[in-house]
């Protein structure tokens, strides 16, 4: 098998069969002449049809699912319009009324909004937990537990979850481990070697990495993937744009490549903040300071790109440091060649996002949080600019 760099750039792709072209072709076709004895359900589709309508599948959306699926070391690879996309097709694929499910108590904001209210009004029940607390999921387990889901680094907080421990609970229980690995990416972690069976990616963060595509992915094992991607992927709909597919396999050539820059400025940012007299506290999993540390070591061979940190009196001083940076961005979302700050306000994401049952689970938010953090997406511009650029910026 290949290395990183040599997948990253080739896996999954071929030299147009026609043309001889070297780069991958961009099939925007939405159908194709199909034979005469072609079936029109999709429940007829077999591995190795030709293609017959672009959201039942496309060669250049295969190709980039091939190539996902060699990064992370996957059976196989169904790819979406957005990481979101992944994750509602994966929920469906997954439960039903009468199951239980137990989720990160802080994730991704939509996945926490879908679990208050949408996914518990079709009768599937949740249960929000810290998963950094082996201890807390075992509590939370019952009969009906199908899925244990967890976000590592989770999004904002880069609180860890050991994924082999809890891939252990989840398999004891029944369950399955379903893990969102966006903010680690495979350059990092490999969560299916861990004993995960699933892994999802927001593909419009690192891998796709340019800030100009949305996408998402779910990989795993064919048995799973096969009738998840018929049932949820194909009939719901959610089918990631070809022209998007074509832009992420153009991103993933430089995946490697990028994912070490990003996590060798990330290290100099966070060693800049956590000296400045401006910041009360700075998270990142490769300093010594993370309260998980040892176990990001373990899980992680790159730390990458993301930081959070708080400062005095933040919530004030968000529109001032928003106005003075140059370089960074002041936007949503992560992963990007260019560098994105953005702050998030603890009481205003306890009310819309998570709500927490326990006064523990609050307990855990402030001693990370606070009253609020700026979660800082270190791009690939010069170390010393980005470091210029807050130190300006925080005064
Ligand atoms: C961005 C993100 C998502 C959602 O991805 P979209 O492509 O925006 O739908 C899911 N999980 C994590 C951890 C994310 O950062």
């Known amino acids: 098998m290949h290395r990183e760099q040599t997948k990253a750039i080739h896996a999954g792709e071929y030299p147009d069969p026609v ?12 159908t194709f002449i199909a034979d005469s004895d072609t079936v029109f359900s999709v429940e007829g589709l ?7 309508y672009t959201r039942w599948g496309n060669p250049t959306i295969r190709q980039l699912e091939e190539k996902l699926a060699a990064l992370e070391e ?34 991704y904001a939509a996945l926490s909004e879908i679990t208050n209210e949408l996914i518990p009004d079709l009768g599937i029940e949740i249960t929000k937990t810290d998963t950094s607390d082996a201890e807390a999921i075992k509590k939370a387990l019952k009969p009906a537990t199908k899925l244990i889901y967890i ?25 399955k481990l379903a893990v ?29 990495g340019h800030g100009d595509a949305l996408g998402g992915v779910v990989l795993g094992k064919k048995n799973e993937l096969t009738p998840l991607r018929k049932k949820t992927a194909i009939r719901l709909g959610g089918s990631l744009s070809p022209f998007n597919a074509w832009l992420i396999l153009r991103g993933i050539a430089t ?40 176990l990001a070591r373990r899980q992680m061979s790159n730390f990458s790109g993301i930081i959070t940190f708080q400062i005095e009196r933040g919530k004030e001083r968000v529109r001032e440091i928003a106005e003075k940076l140059q370089v960074i961005h002041y936007a949503v979302s992560l992963g990007h060649h260019r560098s994105l700050l953005f702050y998030l306000h603890s009481e205003e994401l306890l009310q819309t996002s998570f709500r927490f049952s326990s006064p523990a689970q609050l307990d855990s938010w402030n001693t990370f949080a606070g009253e609020g953090i700026f979660r800082l997406s270190v791009g690939l511009e010069d170390a010393d600019d980005l470091i210029a650029d807050l130190g300006s910026a925080l005064g």
């Open 46 to 52: 077999e591995e190795g049809n030709t293609w017959i």
């Open 255 to 294: 995946f490697p490549i990028r994912m070490r820059v990003h996590q060798e400025n990330a290290l100099k940012v966070a060693s800049f903040l956590e000296q400045h007299p401006e910041v009360k506290r700075v998270i990142y999993p490769g300093l010594a300071s993370h309260p998980q540390h040892e």
């Open 151 to 175: 976000e590592t680094p989770c999004n904002p907080l880069l609180r860890l979850t050991d994924i082999a421990l809890v891939a252990d609970i989840a398999h004891h229980a029944g369950a």
């Open 74 to 107: 996957a059976e196989t690879a169904v790819a979406f319009a957005s990481g979101m996309g992944a994750i509602t097709a994966l929920l469906f694929h997954l439960l039903k009324a009468g199951d239980h499910a137990i989720i990160s108590d802080v994730a």
């Open 180 to 208: 969102d690995s966006t903010f680690a990416t495979p350059a990092a972690t490999r969560p299916l070697s861990l004993g995960a069976d699933f892994v999802i990616h927001s593909l419009t963060k690192y891998l796709g």
């Open 19 to 30: 043309t001889g072209a070297s780069a991958p072709n961009l099939v925007m076709s939405t």
